[in-house]
């Protein structure tokens, strides 16, 4: 059972729904906001030129840059008054991005994260632990009132504190989780060390998202706390969580709720759209935002898009796992690959934990990478072995050696238990 009957819209329904919301998203924009009057402008691009769906590569794509430069409130088109709450994005460098939020605004966020929630195998009248952070960050608060939404109970726990976490779960017999995945398998540790089996925690389902998850992730995921692992997606800029998520019927990639966010995929170095089940940069815009609407934001987030009717009778798109983020391509040696590539494949071989990170050095004019993976917990083979195993498969699947591969006892790998975790530490500069 869905959410929202939209959900299960005839294609060509829902396209009338997109093509009238665009042209009002569109008009918007160009009237209330300088940037991107300029920038139709500078195209040539009135609002009245966007007639269908077919018009919106007429219009000029949105960067992080253009949020960066328009800091902080450069991109809004409501007044002060008319906004209800400001959120930013978790960048690590320079300015962070400032999003805001009319009521309706929170009204349809708080309904797509209930939908997702929905999709994901959470009901009304079930018990949600949030252990997204609170504050600034969209993660908390999003997944907090989406849950409301729903009609479910949420435990406001927030992030960090994992033995509270693990007890809370326990005595309010908690039914879902929302979390990181790096968080999910931290939390699986600390209840073995606090003497439980992780297998007989309560919970049934955990919606993680706000970093990537490769499958093989996933799976130890659901292996090590005997749940459903469920993927949500979503960035500040566009709204926050609850951009799109996977259902639990098929767990065949995330339901992206097109009557509010239109999805593109092209080409990262060119941005010409590419063939539909090609991989490239997802692009998205919104289509009801009132305090901050975005026109084609490359998100920097590598997918593929699948319209084929999904088998939980939703008809909306699906986009693929994020196996990778345009702007996290490593290039070593002249050997392009990204850091989900290479947990992929190392996840993949009995005897490995997922946890493991990425140092990168320059020695004189060439680049050097060390790998550190850490063994899994049971491991009692030869390590050498295992360092061969692992070279040998990088070699075969990646054509990419590292220069320094070391091998790690289980917890050698630093762990977080707050925010997102790093993989790659990047020492070239």
């Known amino acids: 059972m869905v959410y929202a009957p939209v959900e299960t819209e005839d294609r060509e329904e829902l396209r009338a729904i997109q093509e009238e919301r665009l042209r009002e998203t569109v008009e918007h924009a160009y009237e209330n906001v300088p940037f991107y009057r300029e920038r139709l402008e500078e195209a040539g691009v009135e609002p009245s030129d966007i007639e269908s769906l077919d018009d919106i590569t007429k219009l000029p794509m949105t960067t992080k840059e253009d949020f960066r430069d328009e800091y902080p409130d450069g991109l809004f088109a409501v007044d002060d008054e008319e ?71 949420v435990i406001p726990i927030g992030s960090g504190g994992t033995q509270r976490q693990v007890e809370l779960m326990t005595d309010l017999e908690s039914d879902a989780l929302s979390c990181t995945p790096s968080y999910a398998l931290y939390l699986a540790e600390t209840a073995e060390e606090m003497g439980y089996d992780p297998q007989e925690l309560p919970i049934s389902t955990i919606i993680f998202g706000a970093e990537p998850c490769t499958e093989p992730m996933r799976e130890e995921i659901e292996e090590r706390l005997d749940v459903n692992g469920i993927d949500i997606y979503g960035l500040s800029e566009i709204i926050g969580p609850g951009v799109s998520n996977e259902c639990h019927e098929a767990q065949d990639g995330l339901h992206i709720w097109e009557d509010h966010f239109y999805p593109e995929v092209v080409d990262p170095q060119t941005g010409e759209p590419v063939e539909e089940g090609e991989e490239g940069e ?96 049971e491991f009692d083979g030869d390590d050498e072995e295992l360092r061969d195993q692992i070279m040998t498969r990088l070699e075969n699947v990646l054509q990419f050696t590292p220069d320094e591969l070391e091998l790690v006892d289980h917890g050698g790998v630093a762990r977080t238990e707050v925010g997102k975790v790093q993989r790659v530490y990047d020492h070239r500069e």
Not at 116 to 126: E, H, Q, R, T
Not at 283 to 310: F, H, I, M, Q, S
């Open 83 to 153: 906004i209800a709450r400001l959120h930013a994005s978790s960048g690590t460098t320079g300015k962070p991005k400032i999003v805001s939020y009319t009521d309706d605004d929170l009204d349809v966020w708080s309904e797509v994260v209930a939908r997702s929630l929905k999709a994901g195998g959470v009901n009304p009248g079930d018990t949600v632990q949030n252990a997204y952070g609170y504050g600034l960050f969209t993660g908390g608060l999003g997944l907090h009132y989406g849950v409301e939404e729903l009609g479910a109970t």
């Open 282 to 377: 997802l692009v998205l815009t919104t289509l009801t935002k009132e305090a901050l609407p975005v026109l084609r934001y490359r998100t920097g987030d590598l997918t593929t898009l699948n319209y084929d009717e999904c088998e939980c009778g939703r008809t909306m798109v699906r986009m693929d796992n994020v196996t990778g983020r345009a702007d996290d391509l490593l290039i070593v040696r002249g050997v392009n690959l990204y850091p989900s590539e290479i947990e992929h494949v190392v996840l993949e071989i009995d005897g490995v934990a997922p946890h493991y990170r990425i140092d990168l050095h320059k020695e004189g004019t060439l680049d050097v990478m060390e790998l550190t993976i850490e063994k899994a917990e």
